[in-house]
């Protein structure tokens, strides 16, 4: 994180280390060399452009983004690594910081407040469509410093770190431009409305600005057109950030969410936007890579990519809420990927644009998230088979289908993707968790798979569509039976993780809220049972023993979205007063913002990637589901 020598600045102690807003992690391991305390998971703010997203810390960096897409190489990664880059604004000295989002969007407030005044940094990502009229170019970044009391020395540091910090950039002042930072093909221009000194690589300024007074900064990706110019004024990005804000303002009044978490509900909701990609309507699981799930552990994987099922559950969650538009968007892309299917069927992740994802690699050059190694780029999924994804992906295409009809093309699509379903239905596979370890044939998976089958027959029977339906109906059958027979632990009369193992796995939580079982049938009762002895802390739910049968050494936190799966599932098993407190409970442990990350540590930490797709959705879910069970 940007320290306070590097601007001479005089912290004062109550800011070091994240006082607003709790303690920094304490348990680093050492690393080697020299590893700086970076700025917490919890204690980050996000933005976005529908393309790409931007982490800004609670004091005013932004030390994480990618560009111009999710998956693109780091530009700042000083989250990982304390020389890859940061983007900071902020006053010389303070004593509190609080940062929110201004009302029903996604334009960050980051509030300085000292003895000496007063200031405020308003940081947004303009998506196309919200760019104003007779703006030419979309920029990547606006940032606008205004001092609301008193006087302030505002000191900016930008400092970027091409390729994850692995090209060597230049850095020039350009005449009616800016700053200019180049590596080889790649440009990035840095305007402001006071005069920018280069040093190093790095743009600096400091400047003194005292009641009623603005400072302007525009960060765009690519070289300036000819002839445009390069000054920036307050005005100009005010009007950047009034644009982005009455965007999103009407995007989020297109909601029917009425219930209890109105506030809490739209937080997610416009998270799960952000994390759409919008050129062709994928979704990403996470806006980040290789935030760790545990301290000093391998378990650091690169979430930059679309799931087919993270992005089926978080279109289904958005489609409750009433914006639809995201699921039309996400089915032309869908529709694309199975028209493409080869003979290992529909991959379990893809690029935002469609493609297979890179392989792993590792950036040795990297410390990690507190000395947290390794930093990985590319995701080895994409060569695993998770046949669960099948089930979320014809849920979802089943539910959209009750707001708009499908189309025969996607139909035909269907078909085909559930022909080679049909042939593989019964293989072992790495499940829902991704399982690095042998593959074996997991419970959930299987209940998904009957509910791919069983999902397609009710659609094919409700609008006549032609379909091999004995066929699916032998399938949706066989598997069910396999979960009763294969999946169910005599020892509990509950089920488990797999035929091959008597482990519990949290993902069992689903198996009433999809359906395949009832949520007091007796079966499950035994399930949720012992679930509740092995897992659950609280509110809190671990997703499975971790003793090596994943493939990885070591632990990991708590996994929030199985703690919004459990009071759902508490709610459908009519305990209703216990679900919503195990859901209120939760929810505090979200950040300032009400984000929420993968996973929570033992000591109340977020861990894991951030923000999680895979969170936010869950509680939509339950928020819903809760809302009627409380009438």
Request: net charge negative; aromatic share 8%; charged share 25%.
């Amino acid at each position: 994180m940007q320290t306070a020598r590097d601007h001479d600045q005089a912290r004062p102690a109550d800011q070091q280390d994240g006082a607003t807003t709790g303690q920094e992690p304490d348990d680093a391991p050492p690393a080697d060399r020299a590893v700086e305390r970076p700025c917490a998971i919890e204690h980050h703010g996000v933005i976005g452009d529908l393309r790409t997203m931007m982490l800004v810390t609670h004091d005013g960096e932004i030390d994480f983004g990618c560009a111009p897409d999710f998956d693109s190489p780091g530009l700042f990664a000083r989250l990982l690594d304390e020389d890859a880059g940061g983007f900071s604004v902020r006053p010389s000295s303070w004593d509190t910081t609080h940062q929110y989002y201004l009302p029903s969007s996604a334009v960050l407030a980051t509030r300085f407040s000292s003895e000496r005044g007063c200031l405020e940094v308003l940081d947004a990502m303009v998506p196309e469509e919200a760019l104003p009229e007779g703006v030419d170019r979309r920029p990547l970044l606006v940032r606008l410093v205004r001092v609301l009391d008193g006087e302030q020395d505002v000191v900016v540091d930008c400092r970027p770190a091409f390729d994850w910090g692995r090209a060597p950039h230049e850095a020039e002042r350009v005449d009616g431009v800016g700053v200019r930072f180049s590596a080889g093909d790649d440009a990035l221009v840095l305007r402001s409305s006071t005069a920018l000194e280069v040093e190093d690589g790095t743009a600096r300024a400091r400047v003194h600005l005292r009641r009623g007074e603005e400072l302007a900064l525009v960060l765009h990706w690519g070289d300036l057109a000819a002839g445009e110019r390069g000054d920036v004024g307050a005005v100009e990005v005010q009007r950047l950030l009034d644009a982005t804000h009455a965007w999103w303002r009407t995007w989020t009044r297109r909601s029917t969410y009425r219930g209890r978490w109105r506030e809490t509900v739209m937080r997610s909701a416009i998270t799960l936007k952000l994390l759409t990609y919008a050129p062709t309507g994928a979704v990403v699981a996470a806006g980040t890579t290789s935030l760790p799930e545990e301290m000093g552990g391998e378990r650091n994987w690169d979430y930059r990519y679309a799931w087919l099922r993270d992005a089926a559950f978080t279109t289904f969650a958005l489609m409750t809420l009433g914006f639809t538009e995201e699921t039309d968007a996400f089915l032309a892309w869908l529709e694309q990927r199975m028209a493409t299917t080869g003979e290992d069927g529909l991959l379990p992740v893809y690029t935002v644009r469609g493609d297979v994802p890179p392989h792993e690699e590792e950036l040795d050059h990297l410390a990690g998230f507190g000395g947290s190694r390794p930093v990985r780029t590319g995701n080895a999924a994409f060569a695993q088979r998770q046949l669960d994804s099948y089930g979320e992906v014809l849920d979802s295409i089943y539910l959209y289908n009750k707001i708009k009809p499908i189309s025969y093309d996607i139909w035909t699509e269907v078909v085909d993707t559930l022909e080679w379903l049909a042939e593989h239905a019964a293989d072992a596979d790495a499940g829902l968790w991704e399982s690095r370890g042998e593959p074996r044939r997991n419970t959930y998976s299987q209940a998904m798979v009957w509910v791919a089958f069983e999902r397609a027959l009710r659609l094919s029977r409700q609008r006549g569509l032609p379909a091999p339906r004995q066929r699916w109906e032998e399938c949706a059958d066989a598997a069910y039976r396999r979960v009763q027979t294969e999946g169910l632990d005599p020892r509990t009369g509950g089920y488990r993780v797999s035929a091959q193992s008597d482990q519990l796995d949290a993902s069992l939580l689903m198996l009433p809220l999809v359906k395949f079982a009832g949520p007091t049938d007796p079966r499950f009762a035994a399930t949720l049972a012992e679930l509740e002895r092995e897992l659950v802390v609280d509110c809190l739910v671990r997703r499975y023993p971790t003793d090596g049968a994943d493939g990885l050494d070591g632990g990991e936190g708590f996994f929030i979205t199985c703690s919004f799966w459990y009071a759902e599932a508490l709610s459908s098993a009519g305990r209703v007063d216990e679900a919503e407190e195990v859901f209120e409970k939760t929810l505090r442990f979200s950040n300032h913002l009400g984000l929420f990350a993968e996973e929570v540590s033992a000591t109340g930490h977020q861990l894991g990637n951030f923000p999680q797709a895979l969170s936010h959705l869950a509680l939509i879910s339950a928020a819903v589901h809760l809302d009627r069970a409380l009438g």
